[in-house]
């Protein structure tokens, strides 16, 4: 196999798009100026729903499409007016874009003969990685008469097989069923690790997202919501819109009454919760109060401290139990893992509800 | 992402050609230049010779025309006759695609059925119209020597429909056959097992999904009769005078350009009309009605086991019949005298040869010009197209169809009036024959190579890119061989047409330069029919060579698999 690259680091500096299109009214802000740093190594994925930028952001990344403003910097060399086919980056596509015309080893092999390797040292190499992803045998295939999945391991060998200094996935998985996906996206990930290739990975899921990367960059509307890892992006969500897109959350709107150093007290419905936030809201002002479902607890029985909550809607799902309450007015999830026999609770019941403020987070309004 | 696919900024015509590649450009301007001298231009005096007369706007011409009684009846009788030919050939054709996609036939009647049907497609359009005379004529086979009529009249309006019908009922069951076999088997399976009778079924929900395709089909063997000069030359005689018709007499007979000109207008509007009713609007249509994957063809519920023997004995009896007929003409090219002396000779053919060798010079030397000129053609306006290489590629598209959708009679007096005075003299050459050739039949190559590269996304040359690879070593190792397919689609029909047509240019040879079609044609006239049947046969044999040799080149360099998927006949 051929030599391997020295992990690279990505940075963005500033860098935008803006498109014209007549029919949507002029200008299209896809990505607005933004920095964005990309650690050696790393498998960072960009989440965000559709027309959010993330999948114009990669293509920049790419040489697919020049950025309006701004540098693209890989391994500390200015790839901004770098050509996409000098670039050294693999990019796995949505579609695979396999060459329909050549075989599963043609395609494969396809990076190498354009380096003009050895015929020799193409054929271990190829050899090599479709063993890697599990398609020996496979070789003389055409990309029609082999599965969804090994078409994603072909695109997938294809861009390994070169050793690119990038890797540069777009929704990769979005054409495969859901067992398919989770597994592929397990075998991405140890590629990637194995490897040690940084990666920039572009999905709209936000589990895929939690399973796969080392770090998550949230995007929204051309612009950087959130960066952080996994569990930061999950339980101290930075806005309203993070909280949201990344799993389900509990919105309590609350009053800033008093903030003191780190800490926040927000009155909702009468009620004063005191929050840990690196946040600093003025007094008086609206905030948010974000609990994930999990995190609350409900139980029998409420006492005249307890908060209490009606039960409207119970959702069995197995492993755990969704009930859908009334909480100080609002609507409010809680999720209770694990449930055992006779401990459900029917519609209508009145419950006590737990919010545990170290569990809580605060968003600005 | 929505945002991905975004159109030139306007920021004036300068600035928004900036985002063109230069060669695109040059390109592109050069296609503009063809297209202005070959298509637009003749139309253009088309148009001008007939409402223009001494500088002045004039419906003068038009209304000549139409005061003599007998256009008006040649243009009622196109109507009729285009009309009656585009009902018969759909239910023929629809009998024949309903077999071929429903009836579950064996392997063997499927290819059967197939072989036969490309036989009209592959021969000259009157080849059927020829052996009509050998069958029905006043020495026919069938009246005279197994009937014992004498003096029967083949010569009308019903043989001329019936010559028409055999050599376009292909067109429709291509049309057909496409259509139901889109149309998801599961959606009849599904009323069937509602508790719907067969034929309920049929009704309800087989035919209303396949009548888009069969307006289709009905446009497209409607425009094709009524722009036909040649079946209608050969049998219509004359009792039946039709347009196409009045216009070669018109042009040939009386030397009255202007008369002719007048004519093919009257011929041109409705031609146009169809072919925008049926591009812009029953196609559209296709796309809300047929979902779903390909067929399998095989839908053993819907039909019954009699309706199925019924299906295979019609279809089997039709493909006797222009069996029997192409069997004629190779008969009628080995006989003396047809209908007299049934002695064995070679003489036509020796004669075929001889007297007949420059036309088939002629014919070869222009046909094997016109493939690849043609074939290029399409696949340039198409890339350019697809692409958003040029800027107004719909237009160029539109405009490169215009000489496909004219009648070919139309196309030919057109190019009569553009080319024989200066400023471009072409008139007796063959730049002339060769150049109504391909840009007459160069929009199938263009259909073709716009439907595959639709298919190919850009994400596969991305993906050559960003392997490494620099745009022409993307162009070489992807993108040629992926659109290859259209570009032999484009050869074979170019090459097919330019051997077999002849109402576009039949007003274009000369003395230099002539034809097989126009020399077959002559001969069935002057009734000498063992010399036009050897032409005939000649022709058919080499379009057939050729086109295997084409599709055989395909298949060596391993792309047959990507015709298959992306082919349009």
Excluded at chain 1, 53 to 80: H, S
Excluded at chain 2, 71 to 78: D, G, Y
Excluded at chain 2, 130 to 137: D, E, K
Excluded at chain 2, 208 to 213: D, K, Q, R, S
Aim: glycine share 8%.
């Amino acid at each position: 196999m051929a030599k391997t690259n020295q992990a690279a680091e990505i940075r963005l500096e500033n860098i935008s798009k803006t498109f014209h299109d007549r029919a949507r009214g002029g200008a299209v802000h896809a990505v607005r100026p933004l920095d964005l740093e990309i650690k050696p190594g790393q498998l960072t994925t960009l989440l965000g729903p559709s027309g959010c930028g993330k999948t114009t952001l990669l293509r920049m990344v790419a040489g697919f499409e020049e950025p309006t403003t701004g540098r693209i910097i890989i391994g500390g060399q200015d790839q901004t007016k770098v050509m996409a086919n000098k670039r050294d980056i693999g990019f796995v596509f949505q579609n695979y874009a396999l060459f329909p015309h050549m075989t599963v080893y043609d395609n494969v092999a396809y990076g190498l003969k354009l380096k003009g390797l050895p015929a020799s040292q193409i054929r271990e190499a190829v050899g090599d990685v479709l063993e890697m992803v599990g398609l020996t045998g496979m070789e003389k295939r055409f990309p029609n008469q082999i599965s969804g999945g090994e078409q994603q391991r072909v695109a997938l060998a294809r861009v390994i097989v070169t050793r690119p200094k990038v890797l540069l996935f777009d929704e990769p998985l979005s054409n495969l069923d859901a067992k398919r996906r989770v597994q592929m996206r397990g075998e991405i990930k140890a590629l990637q690790k194995m490897l040690s290739i940084t990666s920039i990975y572009v999905t709209h899921d936000q589990e895929e997202a939690l399973a796969i990367s080392d770090q998550i960059v949230v995007m929204n509307k051309g612009t950087i919501e959130q960066v952080g890892t996994p569990w930061e992006v999950y339980s101290q969500p930075r806005s309203l819109f993070v909280a949201n897109f990344v799993g389900t959350t509990n919105v309590l709107p609350a009053q800033v009454r008093e903030v003191q150093g780190s800490t926040v007290a927000a009155e909702v419905q009468g009620r004063v919760f005191r929050v840990q936030t690196s946040i600093s809201p003025a007094v008086g002002s609206q905030v948010y109060l974000l609990i994930r479902p999990e995190a609350a607890q409900i139980a029998a029985a409420p006492g005249e401290e307890d908060l209490v909550g009606t039960v409207k809607g119970v959702t069995y799902l197995g492993e755990k139990v969704e009930y859908d309450l009334e909480v100080l007015g609002q609507d409010f999830k809680v999720v209770v893992a694990d449930p055992q026999r006779g401990t459900v609770f029917e519609p209508g019941a009145q419950v006590a509800v737990n919010i545990p403020e170290e569990r809580l987070s605060v968003v600005d309004h | 992402m929505a945002a991905r696919r975004n159109t030139p900024k306007q920021a004036g015509l300068l600035g928004g050609l900036g985002r063109y590649s230069p060669t695109a450009l040059v390109l592109g301007g050069l296609l503009w230049i063809f297209l202005a001298i070959f298509i637009l231009y003749p139309l253009y005096k088309l148009l001008y010779m007939t409402f223009v007369q001494n500088g002045t706007f004039t419906f003068a011409s038009l209304t000549r025309i139409l005061s003599r009684r007998g256009n008006r009846v040649a243009l009622v009788n196109s109507l009729k006759l285009g009309v009656i030919v585009g009902i018969l050939s759909t239910v023929v054709g629809f009998l024949f695609a309903f077999a071929r996609s429903r009836a579950n036939l064996a392997k063997g009647w499927r290819r059967f059925i197939d072989a036969i049907i490309v036989l009209p497609m592959i021969s000259p359009p009157f080849t059927l119209a020829l052996s009509m005379l050998f069958a029905f004529g006043p020495r026919g086979l069938l009246t005279y020597r197994l009937l014992g009529m004498t003096g029967s009249s083949i010569y009308g309006m019903w043989s001329t429909v019936w010559a028409q019908v055999l050599t376009y009922f292909p067109l429709a069951y291509l049309t057909l056959r496409g259509v139901l076999e889109n149309i998801n088997p599961s959606l009849e399976e599904n009323a069937f097992s509602l508790g719907g009778s067969r034929l309920r079924v049929f009704g309800t929900v087989t035919l209303p999904l396949a009548t888009p395709g069969l307006a289709n089909s009905f446009l497209l063997v409607f425009s094709a009769s009524l722009a036909d000069f040649a079946i209608p030359l050969v049998l219509a005689g004359h009792t039946f005078p039709v347009l196409s018709t009045q216009a070669y007499l018109q042009i040939t007979g009386l030397y009255d350009l202007r008369g002719g000109a007048a004519l093919s207008f009257i011929l041109l509007v409705p031609s146009l009309l169809i072919f925008f009713l049926q591009r812009y609007w029953v196609s559209r249509k296709y796309y809300v009605t047929v979902t779903g994957k390909a067929a399998s063809g095989t839908n053993a519920p819907l039909v019954s086991r009699g309706a199925k023997y019924g299906l295979l004995a019609f279809c089997l009896v039709v493909s006797a019949f222009i069996l029997l007929l192409y069997g004629m003409i190779l008969f009628g090219s080995l006989v003396k005298a047809w209908g007299a002396n049934h002695e064995f000779t070679l003489a036509n053919y020796r004669y075929l040869f001889t007297h007949g060798l420059k036309s088939i010079k002629d014919t070869l030397y222009i046909a094997f010009w016109a493939m690849p000129l043609g074939g290029l053609f399409g696949i340039l306006v198409g890339y350019l197209v697809t692409r958003k290489l040029v800027p107004a590629g719909r237009l160029m598209e539109s405009v490169s169809m215009i000489n496909y959708a004219l009648p070919g009679m139309v196309v030919g007096i057109a190019y009569l009036l553009a080319f024989n005075d200066p400023p471009l003299v072409l008139t007796g050459t063959a730049t002339i024959l060769i150049a109504a050739y391909v840009f007459r039949y160069s929009p199938t190559g263009v259909r073709a190579t716009i439907a595959t590269l639709q298919q190919i996304d850009r994400s596969i040359e991305e993906a050559s890119t960003s392997l490494g690879a620099d745009l022409v070593t993307t162009l070489r190792t992807i993108t040629v061989p992926l659109v290859l397919p259209s570009l032999f689609a484009g050869l074979e029909v170019t090459f097919t047409r330019a051997m077999t047509a002849i109402s576009a240019t039949i007003f274009l040879v000369s003395v230099n330069w002539t034809l097989i079609t126009v020399r077959i044609l002559e001969s069935a006239t002057e009734l000498e029919l063992g010399n036009a049947a050897a032409f005939s046969v000649f022709v058919i044999v080499v379009v057939y060579v050729v086109t295997l040799g084409l599709r055989g080149i395909l298949r060596l360099l391993g792309l047959a698999t990507v015709q298959e998927k992306t082919a349009v006949y």
